[in-house]
């Protein structure tokens, strides 16, 4: 009686460590319809607006030769030339034209313009609007070039990247980082710097209200950490199951054989 006992016991820890070991899928699903809003939600439509400290590469393109090299003065010869995405990512940013404290970059010919404020598709009008004093023919490329995201914690590739996508969300980041592991918490910390200081903010990304949320779409220099759920802090992910059903099922027959 007292072996048969045992083996109930036996069984019962056995199926308790399997279920402890699962992970619901509503842990693990992301944007789901929580609140029932539907195939159709109106999120936060965001841009970035620029700030002092931003930096732009602004590259100003024409089929007259000494017009771009007054335009692009140093970069024409040293980014044009080369080719790889290893090579002219670097030299963007080295040449690239910092925000002032008065909101305001200098660009050869053309002079200071105000662009703190104003979104990249709003500066890249008001460049242009001025290069047409000078030019009939040119075409303007401006990008944001200090757009760095750092991701951190359950990733498959934790690490810091450079974005070139002004809307870039946090889906976005953790797909650029290979998506979360099995063990990855769906409700990912956001660490923002802002002038007060820093802003924390958990977004449960398992909820498709997220996109409505303004933490939605990242800044440069956010971190977005993903916390390993409570399976993963008890080592339940390098658990060795198998040996642990052999052990208890060889037990189990023991105690049966015995019995």
Not at 77 to 102: K, W
Request: charge should be negative; hydrophobic fraction near 40%.
């Amino acid at each position: 009686m007292y072996i048969n006992k045992f083996s109930g016991l036996l069984w019962t820890l056995m199926v308790a460590v399997l279920i402890s070991s699962c992970i619901p899928q509503r842990k693990i699903k992301i944007l789901q319809d929580k609140q029932e809003l539907g195939d159709e939600i109106t999120g936060v439509e965001r841009k970035y607006t620029l700030k002092p400290g931003d930096i732009l590469h602004v590259r100003v393109m024409t089929t007259n030769t000494e017009m771009a090299e007054l335009f692009n003065i140093g970069e024409t010869r040293n980014v044009f030339r080369t080719t790889g995405a290893d090579v002219g990512d670097p030299l963007m940013y080295l040449y690239g034209y910092s925000i002032n404290q008065e909101g305001n970059i200098q660009l050869p010919v053309i002079g200071d313009i105000r662009v703190a404020g104003y979104t990249i598709e709003q500066v890249h009008q008001l460049i242009y609007e001025r290069t047409k004093d000078y030019l009939l023919d040119a075409s303007l490329s401006v990008r944001l070039v200090n757009f760095k995201v750092t991701v951190l914690g359950e990733v498959n590739r934790p690490g810091t990247y450079n974005i070139y996508d002004d809307e870039f969300t946090v889906i976005d980041a953790i797909g650029v980082a290979g998506d979360m592991t099995d063990y990855g918490n769906r409700r990912v910390h956001i660490i923002r710097r802002t002038d007060q200081g820093r802003q924390f903010l958990r977004l449960d990304i398992t909820d498709r209200e997220a996109v409505t949320s303004g933490f939605y779409y990242l800044q440069p220099n956010d971190v977005v950490y993903v916390e390993p759920m409570l399976a993963k802090r008890f080592n339940l992910a390098q658990f060795p199951f198998a040996v642990f059903f052999s052990a208890i099922s060889t037990a189990i027959l023991l105690l049966n054989f015995m019995n």
